[in-house]
Each structure stands twice: as C-alpha cells, then as structure tokens.
C-alpha cells in the first residue's frame, strides 16, 4: 500500500509528552511513511520525549527553546549535518502565563502580552527562515491555531491576540514563500486535554460546550489532528497554501443550534 509521506523528511517541533498535538501528528507521519526529527524545549522534556522519539524511529533529537536564537541555530544545523534539507516542518508550540488565562484580556501585562506573541506567533516565523535553506525542492510548513483567534473565547484572552497574529503570519508566508515551492498552512484544532490546556480556565466546561454545540456532536482528537496534518504536509494539499483548516468537528460553522436540536 501506497505511503502519503514515503521519501519525506522533516522536523516536528513541539512533543512535550504522549498527550501533545505534535505527538499525535508525528505518530502519523511515521505510519505514513515519514522519517522525522523532533525538537523538545529543554532539559527537562527530554525524560519523556526520548521513548516517544524511539517509537517514531526519529533520527534527530534536539533541543530548542524557540525564545532563544542561538538555540534554534544549533537545532536547524544538526537537521542541516544530518540530512542536508527538508521537506517539512510541524510547529506546534505556544506559552502564556498562566495569569493571563485566568482574568480577562483587557488586563494583559505588557511582559505577559510580548512574551506570548514571541513564543506563540514569532516562533514560528523565527522557525521558518531556518527551514527555508533546507527546503531547496519546495516544502510543507505547518502550525496549529484555535478558533479563539477568530472569535472570542472564555480566558483565551491573550492567546487568541497571539494566535489571530499566527494566522495572518500564515497568510504573508505563504506569499513570501510560494514563489519556492513551499506551501505555508495552520490546523485550527478543536479543544484537547494537553499539558498547555490545562493553563486554560474552565477547560472541562469548554470541552463539554464544543461536544454539544458542533455538527458531530464530539471532540476531536490528537490522531485526528494527526490525519489532517498528514494531509497538509502530502503531496496531496500540493495546490493548498496560506489556509486556516479547522479540525474541530465542525464547531466554527456553527452560528446556533435549532431549538431541537440544542442540548436540553
Ligand atoms: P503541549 O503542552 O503538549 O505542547 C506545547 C509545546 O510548546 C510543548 O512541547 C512545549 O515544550 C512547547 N513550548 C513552549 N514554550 C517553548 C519554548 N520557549 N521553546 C520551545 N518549545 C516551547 O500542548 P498542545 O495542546 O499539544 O499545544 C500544541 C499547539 O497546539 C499549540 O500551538 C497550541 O496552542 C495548539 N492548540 C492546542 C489546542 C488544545 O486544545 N490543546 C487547540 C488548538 C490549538
């Protein structure tokens, strides 16, 4: 049977543990053939992170803390050692305090604020300007959003300023970039139960309203932001470029639900 991701290589940045969407995304890649390097934030991930890069066969295992620019050039020239070029890159990283998504947005600190839109939104462009030597034959680049960018989201707060800025640096990637071959998209993901989720204030309420308000009627899960990801990173999304594609069973269609169909 045909492999989507057979004869690709790529970095996924962004497993923390086995409940991490980037987890999810490189267990895919991996059964679709994929070979697949990851990056871990520090020290201290690495406990959990290396049995999980045995199981995806990963060749590289780096650290790479996306705050710091030494960092990610030491991690994007082991890939380069290593392999020489890309074909793809998996960005599934985010940081707020924890303060900021608890309150309300109109009370971001400006440290708080500066901090979450560098670790969240320009890491990802940070990332990109590394990958884009190694993809010499076109490329894949993707990063994960939430629909708190699009509307309001109880204590998504700063997080959904920064992933509103996430989207649009999608948009003028996928411009700068096209002209190379490399396709630049987001997976908006529905809500997960994560290590980064659970900073967010009345997370099990949010779970359970996107359960009952969505056309499927049930959450997502990593594997299946896994599936949509493979998609976006295969040659089969080949004429698919700055988009936002929700994986989110359908929530952000929804405007209201008929009055029999809404949960009792
Ligand atoms: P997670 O906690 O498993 O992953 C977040 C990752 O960000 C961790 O691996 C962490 O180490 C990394 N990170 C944070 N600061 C870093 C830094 N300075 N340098 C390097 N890495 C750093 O949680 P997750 O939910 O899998 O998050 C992955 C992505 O998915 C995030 O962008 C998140 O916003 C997005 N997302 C999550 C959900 C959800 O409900 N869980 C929904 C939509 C989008």
């Known amino acids: ?26 267990k895919r890649l991996h059964e679709q053939g994929a070979r697949i390097g990851l990056t871990y934030q520090g020290d201290a991930m690495l406990k959990r992170v290396r049995p999980l890069a045995e199981k995806v066969d990963a060749e590289i295992l780096q650290p790479c803390d996306v705050a710091d620019d030494d960092s990610l050039d030491a991690a994007f020239e082991a890939v380069r050692e290593q392999w020489g070029s890309i074909d793809f890159l998996v960005h599934a990283i985010a940081y707020a305090d924890r303060d900021e998504l608890k309150d309300e947005y109109v009370h971001t600190s400006r440290e708080g604020f500066l901090r979450s839109l560098e670790i969240s939104c320009y890491s990802f462009t940070a990332a990109a300007q590394r990958a884009v030597p190694l993809m010499n034959e076109g490329g894949s680049m993707l990063t994960l959003t939430y629909y708190g960018a699009e509307r309001v989201m109880p204590h998504y707060n700063v997080m959904g300023v920064a992933k509103a800025a996430l989207e649009s640096s999608v948009r003028y990637m ?58 976006l990173l295969s040659d089969l999304s080949s004429a698919v470029t700055g988009e936002v594609h929700h994986v989110d069973s359908g929530y952000h269609t929804v405007g209201m639900m008929a009055v029999d169909a809404a949960p009792q």
Request: avoid cysteine; aromatic fraction near 6%; hydrophobic fraction near 40%.
């Open 1 to 26: 049977q045909a492999q989507l991701m057979q004869g690709k290589r790529g970095l996924v940045m962004g497993v923390a543990n086995d409940r991490s969407i980037a987890w999810g995304i490189a």
């Open 174 to 231: 996928a411009q700068d970039l096209g002209d190379q071959g490399i396709r630049v998209n987001a997976v908006s993901a529905g809500p997960i139960r994560t290590l980064a989720a659970s900073g967010i204030g009345d997370f099990r309420y949010i779970l359970k309203w996107n359960e009952l308000n969505s056309p499927l009627r049930r959450n997502v899960t990593q594997d299946q932001v896994g599936n949509s990801a493979v998609y």
